[in-house]
């Protein structure tokens, strides 16, 4: 008896745990592509009125951003200072795809990150400039969608994840 009521409380607690953590990651999402938009808005100031190097450069965004942007960047300083034959924007690309994994972001967010690569460290300051504030302004808009996602789907899944393990428990009985 003891072990059946055991069970059941386990089956509903790991499954209402899954709704939370998958609510959860609909509520970072939007968090994550507004600090983006911030460590991209730095990068651009380091390029364009910095004139430091690239490298430098994503040193200094990783120091001033927290949390997983700051990661972002000294993982493409890193990249940088490691592999000195690639261009900024292949050292970009890789670190945004090695980045990114552990992140609730979609591929759609990947796509909008990955094309700055074509132009970090390949243009003039300006031209650098422009292709941030396209990227900034894409990540704005996936924002807007992550945000409407989150309003729409988090209190759902929670409760899906609660009411399905209660769902089970009753089935199992």
């Known amino acids: 008896m003891w072990l059946k009521l055991a069970g059941m409380l386990l089956v509903v607690g790991s499954s209402s745990a899954a709704g939370l953590t998958i609510a959860g ?4 999402r939007p968090q994550l592509l507004a600090a983006l938009q911030n460590g991209l808005q730095v990068l ?6 910095g004139a430091v190097p690239l490298a430098d ?12 942007v700051g990661e972002l960047f000294l993982l493409a300083a890193a990249k940088m200072q490691g592999n000195k034959g690639k261009t900024g924007g292949e050292v970009w690309q ?15 967010d990947r796509e909008v990150l990955a094309s700055l690569g074509g132009s970090l460290g390949n243009s003039d300051r300006l031209d650098q400039a422009k292709h941030l504030a396209l990227v900034r302004q894409q990540l704005a808009q996936q924002e807007e969608v992550a945000r409407a996602a989150a309003r729409r789907y988090c209190r759902p ?7 399905g393990g209660l769902a089970l428990t009753i089935l199992l009985l």
């Open 157 to 163: 899944v929670s409760y899906l994840g609660l009411l």
């Open 94 to 108: 890789e670190a945004v795809e090695d980045w990114w994994r552990n992140q609730p972001l979609t591929p759609v």
């Open 44 to 49: 651009e100031t380091q390029i364009v009125f």
């Open 57 to 68: 450069a994503f040193l200094h965004c990783g120091a001033v951003n927290q949390g997983a």
């Open 25 to 28: 990651q609909l509520r970072k």
